[in-house]
DNA sequence: CAGCAATAGTATCCATTGGTAACCAGCTAC
DNA sequence: GTAGCTGGTTACCAATGGATACTATTGCTG
């Protein structure tokens, strides 16, 4: 089931499938979450990294920096002093905020059994 | 916002959110892609290490591991020779295929946007 | 009985990614 | 001139993931 003889539709066994290679990519440590905090407006870095808390600068220009690769967000450089730099999703961006919600949502319905969960079989 | 007094709902600047929690959680590297393979009934070890292809034998039981340990799938052993061992989604694991597959369809949806979007970052 | 084959892993070592801490460039206010 | 703000970069260390070899169990082959 091929599409444009580049990736495959579907095929999870395929590690050229489309779902595969995007899982890869969002599928790092701050990705979807720094997409998640620009879905109710722009973000300068410092509100990135101060919210996030725990990530270190270099790792969140690496997350941004691939972010604006991928055509997921803009980066804005005021020239102003002090600079002023300030990330916004794009279109592209915005539209994974909904499957992002949809993981998140489930997250908030089933941490608590999860935390159960792991705390029986650790204790079993 | 507190819900129990342990996690927070919502507020994603919280590193105790629990959307932030399970993000952290099925956010490495085969955890999502594994929960997507089991879709469609359990599968043995060799079926998954086979399929996925790229994964080493010890990152695979690790994976499998967290996800049994998490409560989303279960881990059948049939003492015969050779051995068998087959991985089950577990209800709640079969819950987290919804949310999944939004994500997986917006990525089907988007690759070759993205692909085109970082050639030209790359060459511009 | 010696040797081999099949499955589901471990064990060991190496590569890649993420984290910590310190520093820089440009400008401004003291 | 020196300190301070922002948005980084650099150098180094820790943790996670990957490659390869090996093991345990037991029936089958010769």
Redesign the pocket.
Known sequence: MVTNGQYERGDLFNPACGTRVILDRIG???TALAVLLLQHGPL????LRDGIG????????????RLERDGLVT?E?FAE???????TLTPMGSSLIGPLTAVSDWAEEHISAITASQAEYDGA
């Open positions: 790092d440590k701050w300068r870095f410092t509100e725990s990530v270190a600068p270099k790792v969140l220009t690496q997350t941004l920096r980066r450089v002093v002090p600079p002023r730099v300030v990330y």
